[in-house]
């Protein structure tokens, strides 16, 4: 599925949409796209309608943030940084990719095989002045919330 996001509060509402219709069990969502394609912009408008007030920057150096939310336990990782997967393996993964939670990953290639398959991929580019993202789900859980997304 594509849709155009013409500018930067088209992509904070998707990323909206996506925490209404997110389900309770873990739920793996990959983001990709070059450089500023939005990846973080999408993640705060998620992460905000789930309720958190502040702001929410790519964790580059920490390569991992998490907010504990009122329904939702909610994992950002950007991996951007880390030069060699394995390093993942010291994050202690197992602790993330538990019940419950959502995480959003933007950079995940970076990880390579250390990464669980994904319910979910978006991909951000750039198109005109604002980014076509093409959403791919990869398990029913991620078909379902495609399906609720408005085309
Ligand atoms: N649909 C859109 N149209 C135009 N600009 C947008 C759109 N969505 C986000 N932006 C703008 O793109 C810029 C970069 O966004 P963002 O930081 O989310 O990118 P990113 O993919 O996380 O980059 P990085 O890989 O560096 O982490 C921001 O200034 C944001 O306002
Ligand atoms: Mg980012």
Redesign the pocket.
């Known amino acids: 599925m594509e849709i155009y996001?013409?500018?930067?509060s088209?992509?904070l509402e998707l990323g909206k949409q996506l925490a209404q219709h997110c389900p309770k069990q873990l739920f793996i969502m990959h983001l990709e796209?070059d450089?500023?394609?939005?990846?973080?912009?999408l993640s705060r408008g998620l992460i905000q309608q789930l309720g958190h007030k502040g702001n929410v920057k790519?964790p580059t150096y920490t390569l991992v943030e998490r907010y504990d939310l009122t329904d939702k336990l909610v994992f950002h990782f950007?991996l951007?940084r880390l030069s060699d997967p394995e390093e993942l393996e010291f994050l202690g993964l197992d602790d993330y990719f538990s019940e419950n939670t959502l995480c959003l990953i933007?950079w995940a290639k970076q990880g390579g095989d250390y990464l669980p398959e994904p319910d979910l991929t978006l991909s951000?580019r750039y198109k005109n002045?604002?980014?076509l993202v093409t959403i791919s789900a990869h398990s029913s859980a991620g078909q379902i919330l495609c399906n609720t997304l408005n085309k």
């Open positions: 996001l013409a500018d930067e088209a992509t796209g450089l500023g394609a939005g990846k973080t912009t790519s950007d951007y933007e951000l002045e604002g980014r």
